[in-house]
């Protein structure tokens, strides 16, 4: 299975900027889609942007025009640049992928542990 594990979280003010990445690694053919989820305390997991293999890109309404996900299929690696952010940003995010371990295999999804962002007001 694929092992992801994120950086890039931290605390910062609010209108300020933060990168988090989420590197894939283990036995990995071909990471099909990748994508970042947000868990504030007492709240579900949300959606926030995911990226395919073919660069197709969805964002929720919520972070459309303040953040951009990229990602770089050569290092199986994800990026979520945060800008102009809020304290309602404020959450656990983390890394979903969906991969392959062969040509032939079914594709299996994992997440990653998550990392803390903090923005304050």
């Known amino acids: 299975q694929v092992q992801l594990v994120e950086s890039g979280g931290g605390l910062v003010q609010a209108g300020e900027s933060l990168t988090v990445s989420c590197a894939a690694a283990?036995?990995?053919?071909?990471?099909?889609?990748m994508a970042w989820y947000r868990q504030a305390p007492a709240k579900q997991r949300e959606f926030v942007a995911s990226?395919?293999?073919?660069?197709?890109?969805n964002y929720a309404d919520s972070v459309k025009g303040r953040f951009t996900i990229s990602r770089d299929n050569a290092k199986n690696t994800v990026y979520l640049q945060m800008n102009s952010l809020k304290p309602e940003d404020t959450a656990v995010y983390y890394c979903?992928?969906?991969?392959?371990?062969?040509?032939?295999?079914?594709?299996?999804?994992?997440w990653g542990q998550g990392t803390q962002v903090t923005v304050s007001s």
């Open positions: 979903y992928a969906r991969a392959k371990i062969s040509v032939a295999s079914p594709e299996y999804s994992d």
């Open positions: 283990g036995r990995i053919f071909q990471i099909n889609a």
């Open positions: 990226i395919t293999r073919g660069a197709n890109i």
